[in-house]
């Protein structure tokens, strides 16, 4: 069986050629949402916007995102992850270089959402391509280290604000962010299309040929394919195309709830704390030196935190690793909103990072597992489309209540009861998938729910 000779592939070059590939387009994504965190006190001195016109700013990029998302989401399904995933870094690329000629408030909104609509189109695409390669036995850590680039790509934002913005200005920081659009030519040569999803859409020739590249690749004794297709490869075809209602049938209801909820809350609390980041540190009275200097510390805590985490998730599993990050970013939330110096304000802004960010790379790798290939790319996108809703509210909300005088000590409280929240319901609805093949979670939920979709 295909499958069968997919999953018996060791892991080798072309599985870590795959997670830098897909990789680099996740650091990309990072470095531009946060390299508009860092312009923000800027062009709020430069042009004179409120609170409010800041917290746009961001919250413009979190619709696209979730357009982006689930419209992405669903093509991916019907045409495939790989072209879909180049569109999609190709639009964001291009998009980000357009921000540097904004030449308004109004221009710099039209073209930041259009970023987010390719920003959120390329992420769960990527995560549903590298899910579905990923070996059994590692593919939670695979999932989560993809995950951990996007820690590199706020450092590397971090380090374009504190070397390049104050001597050459904010533009320079979105024109170097248009830079990914010439690494769409190395997903073209580097990355197959996946397997499942041609097994899934009848085009089992292809899938074959790609099975036996990768075997030669990876020095695996291989044999020719039998003429005649196995019923378990008959059956993976499409019976119809993937809808919207399916994803709350049976029991891939219960998964879609835990998944839409914890989408919502991490983005809520996520985009709300560090898409503000430096600006309240820079209203905590340092410099804009001093504040990217800070922010840079505690962004270095992400890469830690998200290699904690792909450790864990093969040891405790998915669920727990999960819910337990999610509960200690609530406590960190907390006490970093009321630290009174220096040192209690990095050390909890360090505590944030590391679980917050080990919570993403979690999530990432729990969402594509949980529905079967049909709609796979279509669950992961609507997830992630929904969650957006989550990082369009809390940034301009942030700003009306930063507008409104309400002190960032009741702000974190907010955030910190979210994390509290989104962790409870993980535990409660959460389902483990740590070492099971995708096709046994599966069946696992057709089974219980009497879905009546193809695994």
């Known amino acids: 069986m295909l499958l069968e000779r997919l999953e018996k592939l060791p892991v080798g070059s072309f ?95 039209l073209f930041r959402f259009l970023v987010g609509f390719g920003l959120g189109g390329e992420l769960p695409v990527a995560a549903t391509l590298m899910t579905e390669y990923a070996p059994t036995k590692l593919r939670g850590r695979f999932i989560v280290l993809l995950e951990s680039f996007w820690g590199l790509g706020w450092l590397a934002a971090a380090c374009i604000a504190y070397l390049l913005i104050p001597q050459y200005g904010w533009q320079v920081a979105f024109f170097i962010g248009a830079l990914p659009a010439l690494y769409v030519f190395m997903i073209r040569l580097h990355m197959p299309e996946s397997v499942r999803y041609l097994i899934s859409r009848g085009k089992i020739g292809e899938a074959q040929k790609i099975v036996l590249m990768l075997e030669e690749k990876l020095n695996v004794q291989s044999e020719p394919f039998a003429e005649e297709l196995s019923e378990v490869e008959k059956g993976t075809e499409y019976a119809a195309a993937p809808k919207l209602s399916t994803l709350w049938s049976g029991a891939f209801a219960r998964r879609t709830a835990m998944l839409w909820v914890a989408w919502f809350g991490i983005n809520f609390s996520y985009y709300g704390i560090f898409m503000w980041l430096p600006s309240i540190v820079f209203q905590q009275g340092f410099t804009v030196v001093k504040t990217f200097e800070y922010v840079l510390i505690m962004t270095l805590a992400q890469l830690p935190g998200y290699y904690c985490a792909a450790w864990l998730v093969d040891v405790i599993g998915r669920k727990y690793t999960l819910s337990l990050f999610l509960l200690i970013s609530g406590v960190a939330s907390y006490f970093f909103g009321n630290a009174t110096g220096s040192t209690e304000l990095l050390a909890w802004g360090a505590a944030m990072s590391f679980f917050n960010l080990g919570a993403w790379g979690v999530l990432y790798t729990y969402t594509p597992e949980l529905y079967p290939t049909a709609i796979r790319a279509l669950g992961s996108g609507y997830a992630a489309g929904f969650g957006r809703i989550g990082s369009m509210i809390a940034p301009a909300m942030v700003g009306m209540l930063i507008g409104g005088q309400m002190g960032s000590a009741s702000i974190f409280m907010l955030f910190a009861g979210v994390f509290v929240v989104v962790s409870a319901v993980v535990m409660g609805l959460g389902v483990e998938s740590r070492k099971k093949s995708l096709e046994e979670i599966a069946e696992e939920a057709v089974e219980s729910g009497r879905a009546t979709v193809h695994c």
Not at 50 to 67: D, K, N, R
Not at 71 to 81: N, P
Request: charged fraction near 10%; hydrophobic fraction near 50%.
């Open 15 to 109: 599985h870590y050629k795959l997670l830098a590939v897909t990789g680099l387009g996740w650091l990309f994504d990072a470095m531009d949402t946060g390299l508009i965190s860092f312009v923000l006190p800027i062009l709020s001195k430069e042009w004179g916007l409120h609170p409010e016109q800041m917290g746009w700013i961001g919250s413009v990029g979190f619709i696209g995102m979730a357009l982006g998302a689930v419209i992405s989401g669903t093509i991916a399904d019907r045409v495939g992850r790989k072209l879909v995933f180049s569109l999609t870094v190709i639009l964001y690329s291009l998009a980000t270089g357009a921000c540097a000629l904004s030449w308004n408030y109004e221009s710099l909104m």
